[in-house]
Nanobody, 124 residues
């Protein structure tokens, strides 16, 4: 099995920055062979992908966000800069095994197999 645990969520002022972390664990899991992503969700809306990275480091991101990963530490990060109140949401880490093409804009929450419990980001 695979477990994903997010951390780093906080309440920040508009214009500030946060870095979220996602720790991934599993007996046979390795970040260099899988797709990792960050999604966010507000009440009443579907989960929205804000960033993803494949095993080779090819990334998809929206404005102001950057995704990075440390394969040795089995950790993926989301750097969030110039935060706005509209960025307030629960942020989730997700993983999909044995895929390479998650940089495609066509990917969505339905394409990922494993999810963390989320970490709250509040911008005021």
């Amino acid at each position: 099995h695979v477990q994903l645990v997010e951390s780093g969520g906080n309440s920040v002022q508009a214009g500030g920055s946060l870095r979220l972390s996602c720790s991934v664990s599993g007996d046979t899991f390795s970040l260099d062979r899988n797709c990792l992503a960050w999604f966010r969700q507000v009440q009443g809306k579907e989960r929205e992908r804000v960033a993803s990275v494949n095993g080779d480091g090819v990334r998809y991101t929206i404005d102001r966000f950057t995704i990075t990963k440390d394969n040795a530490k089995n950790t993926v990060y989301l750097q969030m800069n110039s935060l706005k109140p509209e960025d307030t949401a629960m942020y989730y880490c997700a993983a999909r095994f044995w895929r390479w093409d998650c940089y495609s804009e066509s990917w969505s929450a339905a394409d990922f197999d494993y999810w963390g419990q989320g970490t709250q980001v509040t911008v005021s």
